[in-house]
């Protein structure tokens, strides 16, 4: 039960819900651009208001929940999942109107992370508990931030610290992010000529650059060989060591099977400096 305390804790911890809370009201004689800023304007109040209503909201819940012995885990949970679907289904509502492709996007990725909050509190599988949270930080908590940043939400006072907290989080998500869509992208970029060695075995090589501005300590790929069917014949790796700024480095596969037409890269795991 401890555990279970401890669990639903910080999952409560990380939810930052927005609800909406205004709607948009142009005038028939309105034109399409004094629609757009409207709504998403009205948007961007409601986000700020609701955020801030939300942490509210929250410490209350907290609070009952340590300070309330007849409120029961299963209280605790269903409560919870009860905020965040009210919470989707204003958003979603809301959402549509939004001209503002960066602003949508912010929204889809944010309703898509309370999305995953709730499939944490459903599940009583702790690894998939942690999977979910850690899905849901990657989606929700750089959206928060693009709003207070971008489209200037204001945070109340009593609840500076626990934005501080959240951004510096969201800091590292967004770092990680971005290492992951340049490594992705680099793998598939990777293009091998192939070439017979000393022996006469079959190599394939490409020269690899880090075009990014990240640093990375390592990163490393997993390898698929293919027949001219497209059928998997064998795997392989490649590890990339100090692969830093602008920094080039050689590749070299050789593959053990024969009848190798492609390869296809896909990102294992980095690590940044």
């Not at 028939?28 to 757009?36: L, T, V």
């Not at 955020?51 to 409120?71: C, G, H």
């Not at 990657?138 to 500076?160: C, S, T």
């Not at 992705?184 to 090589?205: C, H, Y």
């Amino acid at each position: 039960m401890k555990i279970r305390k401890k669990i639903i804790g910080l999952i409560l911890l990380t939810i930052i819900s927005v609800g909406v809370v205004g709607c948009s009201s142009t005038s028939n004689n309105s034109n399409s651009q004094n629609q757009e800023v409207a709504t998403d304007e009205d948007f961007i109040s409601s986000f700020e208001k609701a955020i801030n209503k939300r942490w509210d909201e929250q410490n209350k819940l907290e609070k009952k929940f340590a300070t309330n012995t007849s409120y029961t885990d299963e209280q605790y949970t269903q409560d919870t999942i009860k905020v965040l679907e009210n919470e989707i289904e204003s958003l979603e509502k809301y959402k549509e109107g939004i001209k503002d492709k960066d602003l949508k996007e912010i929204a889809n990725n944010y309703i898509e992370g309370v999305k995953k909050q709730i499939e944490a509190q459903k599940t009583n599988d702790y690894e998939l508990q942690y999977k979910y949270i850690e899905e849901s930080d990657k989606l929700r908590k750089p959206a928060l931030i693009a709003m207070v940043d971008d489209y200037g939400i204001k945070i109340k006072d009593e609840h500076q610290q626990t934005y501080k907290d959240f951004k510096e989080q969201a800091t590292i998500i967004n770092k990680e992010n971005e290492s992951q869509a340049f490594a992705d992208k680099l793998a598939s970029e990777m293009t091998f000529e192939k070439s017979t060695g000393e022996f006469g075995d079959v190599e394939f090589s490409t020269i690899v650059e880090n075009t990014s501005d990240i640093d990375f300590k390592n990163l490393s790929y997993k390898v698929q060989y293919k027949d001219k069917d497209g059928i998997v014949i064998g795997d392989d790796i490649i590890f990339l060591e100090n692969f830093d700024v602008q920094s080039k480095q050689k590749v070299k596969l050789t593959p053990f099977e024969e009848g190798v037409e492609s390869i296809v890269v896909t990102t294992d795991w980095f690590e940044s400096k």
